[in-house]
């Protein structure tokens, strides 16, 4: 979603008419109509078929593999268990019954098809960092594009070419490589977020507010559809044209409800000071005990109109198993000034994983353990502020006094957002709430699993609390993904007005 994986169902809008939607399904495809209506998105991430998958039906798929020379790997492989790895435990039994890594759109193509002819579902694996497990499955096949990693620069055109695979660290490592000081890429804070996964969600970076969302910046989309067919799809096709209304579809909602994308074009852009330098600061605050005093300040800061040039997240930072464990405020900024502090390309090299290397490390294999996510949309106007302050700092007192000493942290962070996405209406691209200023999240990690049972409840009264806050009552960011919410709310949640749209294009 993070979804930050780019996970699919395989159905694609085509050039055919309006009935070519259906036509291109796999044959045994559930009817989803009778469960959810009229639903441009499903609840589950990947290929739903009907009939039994068994040992004949693997055989087969691996015989094909292995005559069209694509890698694929079965359970006690090496490779197998390097795939399926999960820094959760929730997805910790989570076992699909091949994996399969292409190196080519030619060898997704061929998955696509063999996978339909043989009724047998798929799951895409980009870059592993979706928060409800959207690139895991119990089943099937999973596709992992990690051997899909090409990157291509062209600066005549100050465009950059990616596989679907390539993570965010090779791209931007790439153009720290090329010396191109001044130049930077809209994407994920993480070097380890997949490209795709992040721009097919909308995408909320650290230059989000002065270029505008991730997807804001993609010009050229390349998807194999459920037919295996290869479609690229342009910002510059006619928005009213198939291609054109596809193209919307993927800037927000296209992680994983079109195809299976290979390739993306994203515009290098120029940042705005003539020293060509990024100014980056990581500051931690202890809260004074006087709560009045905290909140007056912290409402002060959120409701701030910064200018578009600065960039600070803000996370609430509560880990019980220190010796003295009190809640922290950590402030991450980064700004374009005139005054220097690194060139661009060091900044894109290192520092912007150094900024976000807590999280990195307690998300990471080194720290494994249960985790649980949900987010929100914020405006930051003082009404809604005030409000959910007020409700962050009381249930997080409430929980560190019912669970001192406990090997468990809880993260609520808020992502500066606004600026220029703001300025682009809601229908501009698929992704919908680009009103919200703050893009929020509540992360939970604990270690015990006797602790499942309170934090689900803790995370179940925590974001009850804040979702009457967050736009329309009701958003939330599809790269930040609840895999627990209800099957009748999240297409409202993560597409808000888009979703009738949305419905149209899966219907060409």
């Known amino acids: 979603m993070k979804t930050r994986s780019s996970t699919t169902t395989l159905y694609a809008p085509t050039t055919k008419g309006r009935r070519a939607a259906s036509a291109s399904k796999p044959s045994g495809v559930k009817n989803t109509k009778q469960k959810r209506k009229a639903s441009p998105v499903f609840r589950t991430t990947h290929l739903e078929l009907k009939g039994k998958f068994n040992n004949d039906k693997i055989a087969d798929l691996v015989a094909v ?9 079965g359970k006690g492989q090496c490779e197998f268990t390097s795939s399926i790895r999960h820094y959760n435990r929730l997805f910790r039994f989570s076992q699909p019954g091949l994996v399969v890594k292409p190196k080519t759109a030619a060898h997704v193509q061929q998955i696509v098809k063999a996978a339909k002819r043989l009724n047998f579902p798929l799951t895409i694996k980009n870059g592993a960092h979706s928060y409800s497990g959207g690139s895991t499955t119990y089943r099937g ?29 090779h791209a931007t490592s790439e153009l720290s490589r090329s010396g191109l000081n001044g130049y930077v890429l809209n994407g994920g804070r993480w070097v380890t977020v997949g490209v795709s996964g992040f721009i097919l969600g ?28 290869l479609i690229t799809v342009k910002d510059t096709d006619n928005p009213h044209s198939p291609k054109g209304k596809l193209f919307w579809a993927l800037c927000g909602a296209g992680g994983g409800n079109f195809g299976v994308v290979v390739e993306l074009k994203v515009a290098v852009l120029k940042l705005q000071n003539k020293n060509e330098s ?5 500051f931690v605050w202890s809260p004074p005990e006087d709560e009045a005093t905290f909140l007056s300040t912290m409402n002060r800061f959120y409701t701030t109109d910064f200018p578009d040039q600065l960039t600070i997240d803000s996370s609430w930072l509560l880990e019980l198993k220190r010796p003295k464990p009190e809640l922290n405020m950590r402030f991450l900024d980064l700004f374009f000034h005139k005054t220097i502090s690194e060139k661009s390309t060091l900044y894109l090299h290192e520092t912007d994983r150094d900024m976000w290397e807590e999280e990195t490390r307690r998300a990471g294999e080194e720290n494994p353990g249960w985790s649980i996510y949900s987010s929100f949309c914020f405006t930051n106007d003082r009404e809604t502020i005030e409000a959910v302050t007020a409700i962050a700092r009381r249930e997080l007192e409430d929980f ?19 600026g220029k996405a703001c300025r682009k209406p809601d229908d501009a691209t698929a992704y919908p709430w680009r009103e919200a200023v703050y893009h929020a999240y509540i992360g939970i990690q604990w270690q015990s699993k006797w602790d499942s049972k309170d934090m689900r409840e803790f995370c179940n009264l925590f974001k009850s609390k804040l979702r009457p806050h967050s736009l329309k009552g009701e958003a939330m960011f599809a790269n930040f993904p609840d895999r627990n919410i209800r099957a009748d709310q999240h297409e409202r949640a993560y597409y808000g007005s888009n979703v009738t749209k949305l419905r149209e294009v899966r219907r060409l």
Not at 156 to 169: E, F, H, L, N, P
Not at 208 to 213: D, H, L, N, P
């Open 278 to 282: 990024v100014m980056s600061s990581r």
């Open 202 to 229: 909308g995408g909320i970076g650290p230059f989000t507010r002065s270029f505008g969302m991730g997807c804001d910046t993609l010009k050229e989309v390349t998807i194999v559809t459920a037919d295996g067919s």
């Open 65 to 73: 593999f292995q005559k069209a020379e694509i890698p694929v790997y």
């Open 400 to 418: 560190q006094n019912k669970h001192k000493g406990s090997c468990i942290s809880v993260q609520f962070s808020f992502i500066h957002a606004g």
């Open 141 to 169: 096949l999973l596709v992992d594009l990690a051997d899909m990693t090409k990157i291509q620069l062209d600066m005549d055109s100050k465009v950059m070419t990616i596989q679907a695979g390539a993570k965010w660290g």
